[in-house]
Each structure stands twice: as structure tokens, then as C-alpha cells.
């Protein structure tokens, strides 16, 4: 009877396990978060014709719109040398120790003796150069326009001293500078490009460019097609393309081993966005050089803009995905603002979805942001939040208690 009895009182508390027990585990388990399915209905590249590039027959070139992607390049990429391209970096250099805002002048630079002796000595071996006299005070600005305008060599040598004090070691943070951005075909011999050592790849410089035109006094300079130097007078721009409808801004360079050289920006507005497309063209040959870099430059550049356009790849309310949960019937998830992009036929777009980390427990409005959609078309990227289209109610006592 003792047995039995023991038996019965076991068989009674497992019972009462299994009664308190089952529905309190069921209650503590972790709710499963609502699943997004999200594909929203992209092409895997911009529909269209992809852009006619005429790249120059010979040397290299390389043409990007910045910010949006590259339209690829011509000829081997590898170092060759470019001329007074070189002074890009210079300035670059010069812009970063020595920042100046738009209307500014900046300090007053006096001409020596020696700065003299290297104007003199650089005119004697037939180098482009801007006229100095000893005394002479010359802004940094104007020291700039020298550099950049008639390209004038001495004027590389003085900013140089100016800034590290010696050739030497403003040469070595020129090539510091180069592989912290990246430039692996790059190597600078000297701050002017007369040194056929110093040379580059047209990718290089076009993306040097490309970062040189973001600081608006650079730009600015580079657009100028002449100015006014204390002793020198009036100088012109060698870029004699600038601001005759295509070319923005620019930087030549020729010498007998580089040719014809020239990293250029021109520009599209598209809608409220300015798109600005930089190239670079190296090792132009033949009887005119540079000539033919201009030319070059001028076509790829209106290949460019041809090619450009705004392209709306989701509509405010378009259906981008599901949301499912297992206690209710799965809603639709919407994008919240358009998206709109700028490219060309055949750029690549890609998407990715960021689920945001919401309570299992509580309920989802209608509306409500759930998640992110990234979209990736070129050098662009657009994040636009997603949202239920309708409510997702909290999961009930009794889901909860007879879930599997």
C-alpha cells in the first residue's frame, strides 16, 4: 500500500510538472523577431546604352564623374612621366600647409638673390618660368597662379623652399603624400615635372585631381584664364580650353619625354547636383602634343555629359519586400522616400537590407520604420528607411502558450 501510494503521489507531481511547468517554459522562451524578405525590384545595372568614351589612340587616359564612378580608362596605365602635371601635388601640398579661403591672398612671399639665380637658370635651359626681381613681394595666391597658369618652374622650386625649406624635403612629402592616397604608380622627382623621373599613371592623376579640385581656391586658380603677378605682369592660362564650354579647370604639361599631358575637370548640373567629371590624358605624341591632350580632353569630357543622367530607381511607397511573423499574416514593406541616382546605361547597382532590432513583444504600427535599404549604384550609395505598410499586432498569450 506504501508503494502504492508513493507511486500515485510521484505520478501526481509530474503531472503538475507538466501542467505549471510546460506553459511557463512556453512563456520564458524567446519570441522570434519578424523576418524581412527585402528584393526591391532593381535592375542589376542602369538600363540603357552603356556611354561612348573616344579615348585618345595613343598614351593613357583615364575619366571618372566624381562621386558617381569611372567610365574606365585607355592604354597600359603604367608610370610614365607627366611633365608639369607635377605641379598639382604641389599645389595640393602647399594648399593643405598653407590653407587660404576664397579672397584671400594669404602671406606675402620676398624674392631673394637665389630665387633669382633659379629664374635665371631655368629660362637659360628653356623652361617655362614667371619673371622675378630680388625684393619682389609675392602673395601665396599669386605664387599659385604662377605655378599653375603659365606653369612657371621656378615658381614649384620657391613654394617649395617656402614650405619644407629645402627642394629635397618638400619632394619627399610629395611622395609621402602620394602613397598615403593610394598612388602606387606614382613617384615625384622634383616639384615641376622638368625632371623626367617624376612620373605617374593616368588614374593616379585623375584621382589626384579629383581631390585637388574639392579645395575651391585650387579650383578657382585652375579656371583662371590669365592674371596679374607683381613683376611679371600679365600671364595666361597654357590650358586654352579653360571656360570655352567644356573644360572647367585644368593643368597641362609637355616636355619631350612626357608629350602632351593634361588632367582636366568639366562639370554637369543635373537637376539641384553639380557632377563634376575629371580626366586625365598622358604621353600625347606627334608634331603638336599638347594639342592633341586638349583635344583629347575635350571629347572625353562631352562623351561625359552625354552620358550622364538622373534615373529614379524606387518610388515613395513601392513595395521593396515582407515582413513575417509567425503569430500573423505577412505585410508589406515599403520604401518611404524615392530614390534617385545619377549614372549611366550599364552601372552596376547592388542593394543590401539592415534589419533594425525591434521588440518581439510589442506590436508594429502601421508605418512604422523597420529597416534600412542601402543601394550602391557606382561610387553611389542610398539609404532609404523601409516601413510596414500595415499594423503587425503583438503575439498573444495564446500563440504563445501553444507554439511549437
Not at 127 to 153: D, F, M, R, W
Request: proline share 7%; aromatic share 4%; net charge neutral.
Amino acid at each position: 500500500m506504501v508503494v502504492r501510494s508513493l507511486r500515485g503521489f510521484v505520478i501526481a507531481i509530474v503531472i503538475a510538472i507538466i501542467v505549471i511547468g510546460v506553459p511557463v517554459l512556453q512563456l520564458v522562451r524567446p519570441i522570434p523577431q519578424a523576418a524581412a524578405d527585402v528584393a526591391a525590384p532593381l535592375p542589376r545595372a542602369i538600363p540603357g546604352e552603356k556611354p561612348v568614351i573616344h579615348w585618345p589612340s595613343q598614351g593613357e587616359a583615364a575619366l571618372m564623374a566624381d562621386g558617381v564612378g569611372s567610365f574606365g580608362s585607355s592604354g597600359p596605365q603604367v608610370p610614365v612621366p607627366i611633365a608639369s602635371v607635377t605641379k598639382v601635388m604641389t599645389a595640393y601640398l602647399v594648399l593643405q600647409k598653407h590653407p587660404l579661403q576664397l579672397g584671400q591672398q594669404g602671406p606675402s612671399i620676398t624674392i631673394t638673390p637665389d630665387d633669382v639665380k633659379v629664374y635665371e637658370r631655368d629660362k637659360a635651359l628653356g623652361q617655362s618660368v614667371v619673371k622675378v626681381a630680388a625684393g619682389e613681394q609675392i602673395t601665396e595666391y599669386q605664387a599659385l597662379e604662377g605655378l599653375l597658369l603659365p606653369s612657371g618652374n621656378n615658381m614649384g622650386t620657391l613654394l617649395a623652399k617656402w614650405c619644407d625649406g629645402s627642394v629635397q624635403a618638400f619632394v619627399q612629402e610629395m611622395n609621402a603624400t602620394a602613397k598615403r592616397l593610394g598612388m602606387t604608380e606614382t613617384h615625384y622627382a622634383d616639384p615641376t615635372g622638368y625632371s623626367p623621373a617624376s612620373q605617374s599613371d593616368a588614374v593616379d592623376q585623375m584621382k589626384l585631381f579629383a581631390l585637388a579640385m574639392q579645395n575651391p581656391v585650387f579650383r578657382q586658380i585652375v579656371g583662371e584664364a590669365q592674371a596679374e603677378l607683381p613683376v611679371a605682369g600679365l600671364v595666361y592660362n597654357v590650358d586654352s580650353v579653360v571656360g570655352h564650354g567644356t573644360i572647367i579647370g585644368g593643368k597641362t604639361g609637355s616636355t619631350l619625354e612626357a608629350g602632351g599631358c593634361f588632367v582636366f575637370a568639366a562639370r554637369k548640373v543635373i537637376g539641384n547636383r553639380e557632377v563634376l567629371i575629371i580626366g586625365a590624358v598622358l604621353g600625347q605624341k606627334g608634331p603638336q602634343p599638347l594639342a592633341e591632350a586638349l583635344t583629347a580632353a575635350v571629347a572625353m569630357s562631352q562623351d561625359a555629359q552625354k552620358a550622364l543622367r538622373s534615373v529614379q530607381l524606387v518610388s515613395a511607397g513601392q513595395t521593396v519586400g515582407t515582413l513575417s511573423a509567425p503569430w500573423a499574416k505577412p505585410v508589406s514593406l515599403v520604401a518611404t522616400e524615392p530614390v534617385q541616382v545619377i549614372g549611366w546605361g550599364g552601372l552596376p547597382v547592388q542593394q543590401t537590407y539592415r534589419a533594425d532590432v525591434l521588440d518581439p513583444k510589442k506590436p508594429i504600427a502601421a508605418d512604422q520604420v523597420v529597416g534600412q535599404l542601402q543601394i550602391q549604384v557606382g561610387a553611389q550609395t542610398v539609404r532609404v528607411p523601409v516601413a510596414a505598410a500595415s499594423s503587425v499586432p503583438a503575439p498573444t498569450l495564446s500563440w504563445r502558450m501553444k507554439r511549437l
